[in-house]
């Protein structure tokens, strides 16, 4: 069922303002689970400067969106965005984060739909996401939402125990 209170912000990333920042840490503290079931530290306010701040080779902040969801006027959901990657004519979504309290209620689907509409209207052929192979539910998520092309898998090593990150896409013109 998707809520219809939900509210979907889109914020280029470089303007963020520091009450932004402060909402979303906010957000990441509520849902710590998301970091610390694979083995990364509780989120601080530098964790969230420093995963902003890591981009793969070539990109900036300029190339990332930000999409935020708010039902009540309170964030219950943010994705990161990384526009051409990969290829010029495809996001990534880099994190996909929803308030606990509010999981299956579609806020992430709401998120998810917003990206792909703008990432349809700017020409992009799809939209690709990175999942942990163990996060079972994750990747349920995702293949719900039309993520079905699997293009790669990378091992990872979490707190001693092998993994892999499974890059799926959604193919935008199969979904419009």
Do not use: C, N
């Amino acid at each position: 069922m998707i809520d219809a209170g939900i509210a979907i912000e889109r914020t280029e990333v470089l303007g963020l303002k520091e009450s932004d920042l402060f909402e979303i840490h906010d957000l990441r503290s509520r849902a710590a689970d998301f970091f610390t079931e694979t083995g990364d530290p509780p989120p601080t306010p530098e964790s969230l400067q420093a995963d902003l701040d890591d981009l793969p080779d070539g990109y900036s902040r300029a190339d990332e969106v930000m999409y935020r969801a708010y039902l009540d006027d309170r964030l219950t959901g943010y994705a990161e965005v990384l526009r051409g990657f990969a290829h010029e004519r495809q996001w990534i979504i880099g994190i996909l984060l929803v308030d606990p309290a509010l999981r299956g209620r579609a806020v992430g689907r709401a998120v998810v739909e917003a990206v792909a509409d703008d990432a349809r209207a700017a020409g992009m052929e799809s939209v690709a996401v990175g999942v942990i192979s163990t996060r079972e539910r994750s990747l349920a998520f995702w293949v719900r939402e039309g993520f079905t092309t699997e293009v790669s898998r990378r091992p990872i090593v979490i707190e001693g125990l092998e993994a892999e990150v499974v890059r799926l896409e959604r193919h935008l013109a199969e979904t419009v």
